[in-house]
């Protein structure tokens, strides 16, 4: 059992599952980041809001103690006419208008401002006339308006929700609203180096204004971020629930999305253990995975298609390497049971060992051959390559096998480019595939008949090309001259073991080249061999 979950936790499909609901929870979690941040900055500027509003309230208060709004209008300062200004200036040098308001008096307008100058606060007038009005105020008479704001304010929200208190320079609570009893306050103002900040009173958070008067007076206004604070929380516990939700359903589809795409895999993963099971014969169908996993399903196929050539070459290999061995071992084994019967002679024992030596060398140049070709397929980078002269080259084998095809009356021919054609190749190996091209052409010509070897260059190539007028191949037989061991029907009669055009082949692919047969039965056969040239030539 704990074999199974740990094999079902290495699973990718598992571990995609993990990836999705890591990027689910990554990503939550950065949407929590910022929505906490914008939810705490937008509770802050409406807390500062609102203190900023309920500051301007009493402000008015505390420099007109609310003796205006009643029958003025409040106007900016920027409508009292400049020259109307002046005046008040000259009347109180240093003046800092704060408030203005106008009054139409028998259809004229009559504009008061409040200002201050040296921590005083004046009221001045322009009267009908056009002499100035002006009176000192005291604040003092303003501050039960502002003691009954406070109370009305602590009324509404509660009074351990908000609080007010007004200190004078030298840190004296001048006025301070009703707080709950729960609710302790600290007797010093708080610092006034910031306009609004946020403290804890009493374990509760705070938002708190200050603000200097225009008399070095200090308002402080406190306003409770609890409920605030509270919804928070809710959201944060709704927002979890939420993202808790969001992990399992994204697991889940990571898990359903994975294991649809590792369909294809599987499918691979199954084939691969029958065919490690022995069946060669398994194939893999095609799905809707992706491109991918198309790829992966077509290359294992072609894969074990040629697992399967391969396999079923080797097994013809083996049965023809039997049956080519048997042959001679058991003509060996006849002659050593006959010269045993028979009476024993010195000649009959030469006869004998002459005919077992000549087995002897048919096997070993069968089975050094089927080494020679085995060696040039698969390690073509041990070749010993130079730079060939292919004119001088060809020039040789054909002195070499002319005197082969005079024997048989055969004409055989030879054409070469009068440039000479340069091969970066193994000597050996292009004088082995050329006789036993050559050797071929005579072997299956008959007497009288023509062979005809020519060279010459196209594209950067060396084409090679061996004819003869000999018997010729089926179109169904040359499918498989170049298979090790295939003897034609027409091939049958004549001395040979079916390696010579494997190993044609063999040297001709090592040398990154192409070999292909022209043939019709009683009407003779083409090789053309093409071979890249050296950059010499």
Known sequence: MSSSKNWIFGTVKFKIAMWYAALFAVSAGVGFVIFYYLYNLNMLRSSDAALSSMADEISFEYLTGNRFRRFDKEIPISSIPPEIMNEFRKKIPGLQPVFAFERN????PLRTVIGHANRRLYELRMETEGSVYSRMLNIADHLTVVQRTFNQKVYGAGSSNVFFRL?????????ESETADDLKLADTPFPTDRHTDSYIISGRHFRVLTMTMFDGNTLEIGRTLEPMLEMLKQYSRMFLIAVCIVLVLGAFCGWLIARKFMAGVERVSEAAMDIAGGDFSRRVEYGNEGAEIDRLVITFNRMNDNTEKLLTELRMVTDNIAHDLRTPLTRMRGMVEVSMTAPLDLDSCYDMAGAVSDECSNMLLMINTMLEITR????????????LDL????RQGFDLIHPLAETK????TLLLPPNTLYLNADKVKIQRMTSNLLENAIKFTPEGGKVHLSLASENNNAVLKISDSGCGISPEDQKHIFDRFFRSDQSRSLPGNGLGLSLVQA?????????EVDSSLNSGTTFTVTLPLSQKA
Request: proline content about 5%; overall charge positive.
């Open 409 to 412: 009356n055969i004409d055989m």
């Open 105 to 108: 008096t028998y259809g004229r």
């Open 507 to 515: 040297i001709v692919l090592a040398h990154r080249g192409k070999i």
């Open 376 to 387: 040039t397929e698969s390690r073509p980078e041990e070749l010993r390559k130079t730079e």
């Open 167 to 175: 200190y004078r320079p030298d840190g004296k609570l001048l006025i």
């Open 391 to 394: 004119n001088d080259l060809l």
